[in-house]
Antibody, heavy 121, light 111 residues
């Protein structure tokens, strides 16, 4: 079965670092870009960017560039999203999703179950 | 403020038809980029509902359909059912941002 399984919920303090994961099953991990999407509490979806696990090429949304780092380990079929210094405003659910390259605009399917990140002092 | 604009909410009685609009601009939908739609049931991850404006993935009921014209797109739900109560998001690409973009989401309520 094609699926993305994300790591569990995290509770951190401001200033701490964090790395969450997204493990791929049932498809060629190096054959697709993986996208990351943020959903703040009670809010909509925000596109953060994408990573290609084969060569770790990354593309970041202007809103997230410099704020987070994407990485991938093709030996374990796992993509990662990390922060070096968390802020309270980073509290959100983070989703990973497999990217399909459309004729014009890519779409995302399937999605991971999401990782809830809570940053509070 | 989302790049793509959706109404915050729409509602309808069971069996009725509802539509959700998604309005963009000349740097995204109007530039010819396709639109995709996702359904997010309460407390769950988004799920692909429509891709390439009007194609349905396997398993998505035929009562869901999409269309695109000019700088806008629409999602229609015909024969509304209680299980369709969810948030719906449109998504495309913006060439000015060089980034994927989402609409702000529309909550569908079944009366």
């Amino acid at each position: 079965e094609v699926q993305l399984v994300q790591s569990g919920a995290e509770v951190k303090k401001p200033g701490e670092s964090l790395k969450i994961s997204c493990k791929a099953y049932g498809f060629s991990f190096t054959g697709y870009w993986i996208g990351w999407v943020r959903q703040m509490p009670g809010r909509g979806l925000e596109w953060m960017g994408i990573i290609h696990p084969d060569d770790s090429e990354t593309r970041y949304s202007p809103s997230f560039r410099g704020q987070v780092t994407f990485s991938a380990d093709k030996s374990t079929n796992t993509a990662y999203l990390q922060w070096s210094s968390l802020k309270a405003s980073d509290s959100a659910i983070y989703y990973c999703a497999r990217r399909f390259r459309g004729a014009t605009a890519p779409w995302y399917d399937p999605w991971g179950q999401g990782t809830l990140v809570t940053v509070s002092s | 403020q989302s790049v793509l604009t959706q109404p915050p909410s729409v509602s309808g009685a069971p069996g009725q038809r509802v539509t959700i609009s998604c309005t963009g601009s000349g740097s995204n939908i109007g530039a010819g980029y396709d639109v995709h739609w996702y359904q997010q049931l309460p407390g769950t991850a988004p799920k692909l509902l429509i891709y390439n404006n009007n194609d349905r993935p396997s398993g998505v009921p035929g009562r869901f359909s999409g269309s695109k014209s000019g700088t806008s797109a629409s999602l229609a739900i015909t024969g509304l059912q209680a299980e369709d109560e969810a948030d719906y998001y449109c998504q495309s690409y913006d060439r000015s941002l060089s980034a994927g973009v989402f609409g702000g989401g529309t909550k569908v309520t079944v009366l």
